[in-house]
Every structure is written in C-alpha cells, then in structure tokens.
C-alpha cells in the first residue's frame, strides 16, 4: 500500500538557517512526487513536483527538493529560512492515488 | 479567478444532525476530491469523482456521503454527525488523474465541530 512519512512532526529553524524537511515515500515505482504548502487557515498550495525529469526540482519561494530513489526519499530544503516560510508542509505521492503524508510544522525564530 | 470554492468556512453541529459542505470549481476540472484533515495525520481521501456522474471511495468513506450532477459541483453529506466527524474537510480538484503529474488546487476549507 502506498504510504508517505514525514520524519519530524515539529521543526525549528533560525531565520536565515538552513530548512531540511524530511520526506520518504514507499512505492516500489517511482511515483509522481509533490510538497505542499499550508498557511494558516489556508488549504495546501503547490510548492513543487517531481516528474521525473530532474532529480533536483526547484519551486516557488526559493525551496527545492531532491529525488534520490536508492534512499526512496523526496527531502524539501531552503538554504535560507525566512519568517513567512512557517507554515505546514506536506509531503505527497501520487500513483493510483493522492496519499500525503503527515504534515511538518516549521518555526522560524527572529 | 475564483479556483476551488467551498461554504461554508465554519459550522457547528448537534449530534445525529445533517449538513452538506458545498464545493465548487470554475477550472473545468474533472476530477474532484474531499479530503479531512486531522491534526498529525495529514490529509485523509473520503470520496473523489472522476467527472459528472461518477464518484467512488476513498480511505475513509464512512458516514459521508457525495454526488456529481455537474462538472463544477462536488457536495459532500453528512447524514447522522458523529463527534468523530470534528475535522477540518478540504475540497481539491485536478485537471488528470493520477499517476500523472496533475497538482491538486484546494479550497480554503470548511472547520466543522460535532458536539
């Protein structure tokens, strides 16, 4: 069955630090890959997808997120965090079917 | 540049009472999904439809209900509400299907609270 997981419910970052979120998948097919995005009170907004054609995919808002299928991962990361990127992130697979995982909560401390 | 739709943004129920959760689109798009989102368990599919007149189950269809009479109307029933029903529920639609690489565009939810 597929399934997504998203290690860490809850990331903290400094502003300007770093973002590294975690996400792997478990379809033994590459899959069709996505993060979303949610601002409160919001729904999901698409950050980016992998479609195969690159295994480095850039997005909206300075995040990109690598494919590396041998680690069966999809990590998003920023190499500069900002206080309007706390929000929540979700991690998707689509194959038969949407399946996202979880969610992660980021943080951006000033 | 309305994209996905949905009211009510709240609502408050009584056990054992009804509603229906609009949800609209002006995309065009055929396939539409209702998701419920609990806290640390991500998005959760109820029903979805592949176009007019077609609907089928997600992973957690119980005490829902939904039809497609027109491309651009989704609605989703709850019949009998149940506590457990207390969720945040999200319409999204999408221009393919899956496996292909269509995004989800989603509405901004409806908070519903069964008491």
């Known amino acids: 069955a597929q399934s997504v997981t998203q290690l860490g419910s809850h990331v903290s970052v400094s502003e300007g630090a770093l973002v590294l979120l975690r996400c792997n998948y478990s379809?033994?097919?590459?899959?069709?890959l996505f993060w979303y995005v949610q601002y409160p009170n919001q729904g999901l907004q698409l950050l980016l997808k992998?479609?195969?054609?690159?295994?480095l995919v850039k997005g909206i808002n300075g995040f990109e997120a690598e494919f590396k299928k041998s680690e069966t991962s999809f990590h998003l990361t920023k190499p500069s965090a900002h206080m309007s990127d706390a929000a929540e992130y979700f991690c998707?697979?689509?194959?038969?079917?949407?399946?996202f995982g979880p969610g992660t909560s980021l943080s951006v401390i000033p | 540049n309305a994209g996905v739709t949905q009211t009510p943004k709240f609502r408050i129920l009584k056990i054992g009472q009804s509603m229906t959760l609009q949800c609209t689109q002006d995309m065009n798009h055929n396939y539409m999904y209702w998701y419920r989102q609990d806290p640390g368990m991500g998005l959760k599919l109820i029903y979805y439809?592949?176009?007019?007149?077609?609907?089928d189950k997600g992973e957690v269809p119980n005490g829902y209900n939904v039809s497609r009479s027109t491309t651009e109307d989704f609605p989703l029933r709850l019949e009998l509400a149940a506590p457990s029903q207390t969720s945040v529920y999200f319409c999204?639609?999408?221009?393919?299907?899956?496996?292909?690489?269509?995004?989800?565009?989603f509405g901004n939810g409806t908070r519903l609270t069964v008491t």
């Open positions: 998707a697979e689509s194959y038969d079917k949407v399946i």
């Open positions: 379809s033994s097919v590459p899959p069709y």
């Open positions: 992998y479609t195969s054609a690159a295994t």
């Open positions: 999204a639609s999408a221009r393919g299907p899956p496996p292909l690489n269509s995004p989800l565009h």
């Open positions: 439809s592949v176009g007019a007149g077609i609907t």
